[in-house]
């Protein structure tokens, strides 16, 4: 493994990375979802697409990356867009799962593949609509472990600045941002994702003008076990795509 220092907005953040097939020339950029690291997407893909040099990135304030600063989602992708600057590299695909599809989306590749994206705007159900309105009554009082007994599970064990973040992000409606892209999109969904439902995948790919559906089997990590049908699928569908 190897790191990275980059400067931005006077923080300095330190990026823990891996690259893969690094005689090739064609760049393929793979970013987690919130939570997660860039080892669960080394562990899908690190054995396909061998066409191409891989990039997987711990972002700010994951795995072994840093971060000191409460960011939202322009900032990571801003982070990101400065890594690959600083590496001499121009993403041909940027690949991401859940968070990280919002930051792809972001990067405006050539190619972009979108594992579960999150990015559109989900119904509560009940029972979280009464935590979140009995956590905003008893939060003037001022009582340090309402926060231990309201917080969300991703929000868990967090420092502030990252609680902040996951607060800037988690709500976030992208579909403006997903109308937008130019990028020519692969959305790939796991039939019983709950995290992000199906219906949500199928929305992001209306918005996305030069897009294609793929439903699969399996949950918010699908892709773990669809790795090869999603390589195929890119190679066949991104080979004739360049920067």
Aim: glycine share 6%; proline share 4%.
């Amino acid at each position: 493994m190897a790191s990275k220092e980059i400067y931005y907005n006077d923080k300095t953040f330190k990026l823990s990375y891996a690259l893969l097939n690094p005689k090739q020339d064609e760049v393929l950029l793979v970013l987690h979802g919130w939570g997660s690291n860039k080892e669960i997407m080394k562990q899908a893909f690190a054995k396909t697409l061998p066409e191409f040099k891989h990039i997987y990135l711990d972002m700010p304030g994951f795995g072994k990356s840093s971060n000191e600063m409460i960011l939202t989602t322009l900032d990571y992708a801003n982070i990101v867009q400065l890594f690959l600057d600083e590496m001499g590299l121009k993403a041909n695909i940027a690949m991401g799962h859940s968070f990280g599809g919002k930051v792809a989306t972001l990067l405006n590749t050539p190619c972009l593949v979108l594992l579960s994206s999150a990015g559109i705007i989900t119904l509560k159900p009940w029972s979280v609509k009464v935590k979140i309105a009995t956590f905003k009554l008893l939060k003037p009082l001022g009582m340090k472990k309402i926060r231990t007994l309201f917080v969300a599970p991703d929000a868990q064990g967090m420092s502030c600045e990252m609680y902040e973040t996951f607060k800037n992000v988690v709500d976030e409606d992208f579909e403006d941002s997903f109308a937008k892209s130019k990028s020519k999109a692969l959305c790939f969904w796991g039939n019983e994702d709950t995290a992000t439902p199906l219906y949500t995948g199928e929305k992001i790919a209306g918005l996305i003008e030069n897009s294609v559906f793929y439903p699969l089997d399996g949950d918010h990590f699908f892709f773990l076990k669809h790795a090869d049908f999603i390589a195929k699928t890119i190679t066949k569908q991104c080979n004739t795509i360049r920067i």
